[in-house]
């Protein structure tokens, strides 16, 4: 177990809807890190948010979005679903943005029908 | 400059056999590169990690090999179990600004008996 929590584990749900998947890093975890993994990408890097600010922005499309809040859990909002927006998200933390590992949680299997 | 190439794409090795898996990688601003080990429903789960700074590092059956020069790494693991059949993620990170993982293709193993 990594200590990270994501909710929730399977979300299937139908284009054109929006969804909010849900991150809780490690205890003392400052960085939250959204990545998709799909069989064609691999594991690509969406966005990073560091003690609730945004910190680095990566291949995220605009019809989503995160936040981290002041308890430090993040959310990642996706809307007007796609059906190749169905992957595994995964979040991740670290204590501090660099010089430290990151630990994946088990992931969110987003499937848009 | 922001890929890091793996491969292969798939392995088989038998068991008690050692298996190898490669990474290069382009951007010379990256001084991080750990592997994650992955099983099917999981997240990526932290293996070992190196720094440039030195050109092996052994964490029991596991050993990375890095090549600074020539801008690779590798990863061995010895004496294959099955437990071992998973799949592998070699990935880099620049320690400043954007401090996002940049991950390879990964590698599917199997360890038969």
């Known amino acids: 177990d990594s200590g990270v929590t994501q909710t929730p584990k399977h979300l299937i749900t139908a284009t054109g809807q929006r969804v909010t998947l849900r991150c809780s890093p490690r205890?003392?975890?400052?960085?939250v890190y959204w990545y998709q993994q799909s069989l064609d990408q691999g594991l690509q890097f969406l966005i990073q948010y560091y003690n609730g600010e945004e910190r680095a922005k990566g291949n995220i499309l605009e019809r989503f979005s995160a936040q981290q809040f002041p308890d430090l859990h993040s959310e990642l909002n996706l809307s007007s679903l796609e059906l190749g927006d169905s992957a595994l998200y995964f979040c991740?933390?670290?204590?501090?943005?660099?010089?430290?590992?990151?630990?994946f949680g088990q992931g969110t299997r987003l499937t848009v029908v | 400059q922001q890929q890091v190439k793996q491969s292969p794409q798939s392995l088989i090795v038998q068991k008690g056999g050692i298996s190898i898996i490669n990474c290069a990688y382009e951007n010379t601003a990256f001084d991080y590169f750990p592997w994650y080990q992955q099983f099917p429903g999981k997240g990526p789960a932290l293996l070992i990690a190196i720094r440039p700074d030195v050109s092996e590092k052994k964490e029991g059956r596991f050993t990375i090999s890095f090549n600074k020069s020539a801008k690779q790494f590798s990863l061995h693991i010895m004496d294959s179990q099955p437990g071992d059949s998973a799949t592998y993620f070699c990935a880099a990170r620049a320690n400043f600004g954007n401090e996002k993982l940049t991950f390879g293709t990964g590698t599917r193993l199997t360890i038969i008996p």
């Open positions: 205890s003392g975890d400052l960085s």
């Open positions: 991740a933390s670290s204590v501090t943005g660099g010089g430290t590992e990151a630990f």
